[in-house]
């Protein structure tokens, strides 16, 4: 079993409910222990930063202190949380007079944080901890002949973090590879959602969604695979409607998280996949796999 | 320092967090060229740069650029001089709000309100955070929203309620500590 301290962020808590629900529901078919942290708060993201820089990094600083209590490694699922304790858990290391500000100021509130904390992705986790040949290992229901475009988004991979590609990324075509689909080529696979805007500018974010679905679909995609940020997956999902009422467009490519669909290929149901909490349904694509899940029991059962 | 010893726009601006390298900007317009949103920029992220360099403190923060990044970090990944222009646009934005600037953007409102959801709560309830924002914006404009808000809620994911957070005074006694404008 591998143990993690687990910071889900706000979104989870709301519009990420189907991709947390997925995220859980694997860990344990996996071996994976993602360990709530408690009484977790706010990272700040990216609004914070642009309120007050200061504050900023001294909310996501007790978020890495409460994770360093843990000794364990802090993993979150959105890229937003992610590029966000990184980086201010950097400059923490390297501006000492942050730093110091920083501490005393935990230290007022009785915590302090001494800087061991390492910050990572479930996505990053399930690549390099658990890797494509224990998810092939896991898999009842192989996703041949499934075409999807591999949306890795922004913040998963920049401003750079030294492993995968921040132009052009490919892990969750491997990952989508060793479950058997087949991922298509997606040149706009790490550019923007929008979503930081798409409340304050929804034209801006539209359109920059609705390029992304464009892509996706001109490069012959099913649907689009998606990390595990509730931002990325709202984008898509949710605001498909949105676009192809502005667009006058007609798509309909379900936006599955990598986690809702490793659950699907290793046998999980809709609910428990958290796929039923996708509001553009991808049942109709993925239930010829679910049928050729309960062929392939039926012939491996005992004659009766 | 400028002449009355005040420090000036561009020392303000390189002495916040991930901000310092400013100087070493050569303005070869990389991060305009990457920039995702560049074209609905009244000045685009090169030009920023230039901008608080010469001191055009007004100009530029009374203008609606900075307000259309969308934090992606294209121009970040790509400068060539390792500026983070993507952390100086935000360090930039706390400048204009701090000082009462007043862009022709609702995302100073967003932000506020975001801001403000942190610490009534501890986390950002998105169901009350949207709601204060339409209400203090353009009521109307949820109207837009109302189809994906019924989504959300008929799909559990969007709770009408808050979460109540422990965490949330310690929380507020960093936030009450920490500003930009000084040290306390």
């Known amino acids: ?304 | 320092m400028s002449d009355n010893g005040q420090a000036t726009f561009l020392e303000q601006v390189a002495s916040l967090p991930a901000c310092e390298k400013i100087n070493e900007c050569i303005q070869c317009g990389v991060c305009s060229g990457s920039c995702s949103t560049a074209t609905r920029w009244e000045y685009p992220p090169r030009k920023v740069i230039a901008m608080v360099r010469a001191g055009m403190k007004d100009e530029l923060l009374k203008s609606n650029s900075i307000w259309f990044c969308v934090s992606c970090y294209l121009c970040t990944a790509r400068c060539p001089r390792d500026i983070k222009p993507a952390n100086i646009i935000h360090g930039l934005e706390s400048i204009a709000l701090q000082e009462g600037y007043k862009p022709p953007t609702k995302t100073t409102t967003m932000y506020r309100t975001f801001a403000a959801s942190i610490t009534d709560y501890g986390r950002v309830y998105e169901f009350g955070f949207m709601l204060k924002y339409f209400l203090k914006t353009n009521p109307l404009a949820a109207l837009n929203m109302l189809p994906l808000a019924i989504g959300l809620f008929s799909h559990g994911r969007m709770p009408l309620t808050a979460k109540k957070v422990k965490g949330k005074d310690q929380l507020n006694i960093i936030i009450n500590r920490l500003s930009t404008g000084g040290d306390r």
């Open chain 1, 1 to 304: 079993m591998k143990y993690y301290a687990y910071y889900p962020g706000c979104s989870m808590e709301a519009t990420g409910a189907p991709v947390e629900a997925s995220i859980h529901a694997i860990a344990k078919p996996l071996d994976i222990n993602f360990m709530e942290l408690e009484d977790w708060t706010c990272c700040g993201s990216s609004p914070l930063a642009g309120v007050d820089k200061f504050k900023a990094i001294g909310i996501t600083a007790r978020v890495l202190a409460l994770a360093e209590k843990t000794g364990l490694d802090l993993v979150t699922p959105c890229s937003s949380c992610y590029t966000i304790l990184r980086e201010a858990n950097d400059l923490l290391k390297e501006d000492h007079d942050l730093s110091d500000k920083i501490r005393s100021t935990l230290s007022a509130a009785g915590m302090t944080y001494n800087g061991t904390v390492n910050v990572r992705h479930v996505v990053e986790v399930l690549f390099n901890d658990l890797g494509t040949d224990v998810l092939k290992s896991k898999i009842v229901r192989p996703l041949t002949g499934l075409k999807v475009a591999c949306y890795h988004g922004c913040q998963q991979v920049r401003p750079s973090y030294g492993y995968d590609d921040p132009e052009y990324p490919d892990w969750l075509d491997k990952m989508v590879v060793s479950l058997g689909a087949e991922p298509v080529n997606f040149p706009l696979k790490a550019r923007c959602c929008g979503s930081s805007l798409v409340i304050s500018e929804p034209d801006t974010a539209i359109e920059l969604i609705y390029k992304l679905l464009q892509n996706a679909s001109d490069n012959g995609a099913q649907a689009i695979v998606t990390t595990t940020c509730p931002l990325c997956h709202l984008a898509i999902d949710g605001y498909q409607a949105s676009v192809n009422r502005k667009y006058k467009t007609k798509f309909n490519l379900p936006a599955l998280a990598i986690t809702q669909l490793i659950a699907f290929a290793i046998g999980l149901d809709f609910k428990a996949s958290g796929l039923i909490g996708n509001i553009t349904s991808p049942k109709n694509l993925l239930r010829p796999f679910m049928e050729a899940k309960i062929s392939s029991t039926e012939a491996e059962a005992p004659a009766t």
